[in-house]
């Protein structure tokens, strides 16, 4: 079987990024959907459309119900109905919560669970609309299943897009809308070297370490690992799936310590 996702439109916010927004893209393609690219800002996502066939791209704040509407009449206008919503947008914050300030904690919750909540409003009722199901994949986090230092405020945010995902499955269902999502790992970036070194001195150290270390699977996981999933929950192949959250960390999650520790 051979996932087909012909004639169908994906946006996927965030998905100028280097990231696992590019890898999220280039899955979608290589399955026949069309692309359309999100950013704050309407150059980078042009400069990212070009990579892909028939690729469209659109600006705005996921978490601005001004730019969201704008985004999805600019949608409906150039491409009709989205038939598949990828909710990549989202920021980090590596800080220890009594020092975290107010800004900093609303900013995080506003693009990471409300920006999700805007968009998926907006998506649903345009697929009401025009009398349409489609499908929602949310991008969660290993750490809303384990976490380290730094990253509490940042772990019960990507916690509520859990239960933001298992409710919208409940009430979506009944329209034969599905919403799942993913909780990617440690994915090998340039941006996932830049966050680290925010944090560490020698961030490819620490990632040499966690792959061999921290995982069942010793080898690192790519963006397109994580767009493969996304697509798989896309498609009809996952028709029966919904309310889920699938983990796409080498098994990260699964060790209850390190590697050297018991072996």
């Known amino acids: 079987m051979q996932i087909d996702l012909t004639g169908k439109n994906i946006l996927v916010t965030g998905g100028a990024g280097d990231g696992l927004g590019q890898g999220i893209c280039e899955v979608v393609e290589k399955s026949g959907g069309r ?31 001004k730019d969201v509407s704008r985004m999805f009449d600019e949608i409906k ?18 800080k220890y919560a009594q020092d975290t300030n107010e800004a900093e904690f609303n900013r995080l919750y506003d693009v990471d669970v409300k920006g999700i909540w805007m968009m998926t409003q907006a998506f649903v009722k345009q697929l009401l609309e025009a009398r349409e199901v ?28 859990n239960g933001l995902t298992r409710g919208l499955a409940v009430e979506l269902g009944q329209y034969n809308i ?9 994915v090998y970036s340039d941006q996932t070297v830049d966050i680290l070194g925010k944090m560490i001195d020698d961030p490819q150290k620490w990632i040499e370490e966690h792959k061999s270390d921290h995982q069942c699977l010793n ?4 963006a397109l690992d994580c767009g493969n999933v996304v697509v798989f929950l896309l498609s009809e192949l996952s028709r029966s799936i919904t309310g889920q959250t699938i983990q796409v960390d080498n098994g990260t999650t699964n060790l209850l310590y390190n590697n050297k520790y018991t072996s």
């Open 77 to 94: 206008e150039s491409c009709g109905t989205i038939h598949g919503l990828v909710n990549n947008a989202g920021i980090g914050l590596g």
């Open 178 to 186: 599905r919403c799942n999502a993913i909780a990617p790992g440690m």
């Open 134 to 161: 489609g499908n929602i994949v949310n991008i969660s986090s290993v750490h809303a299943f384990a976490t380290m230092h730094r990253m509490a405020l940042y772990a019960g945010a990507k916690s509520a897009v």
């Open 35 to 65: 692309v359309i690219v999100n950013d704050l800002k309407l150059q980078i996502a042009q400069d990212a459309a070009k990579k892909y066939n028939n690729a469209f791209a659109v600006a705005g704040d996921v978490c601005n119900q």
């Open 219 to 222: 080898f690192f996981s790519s």
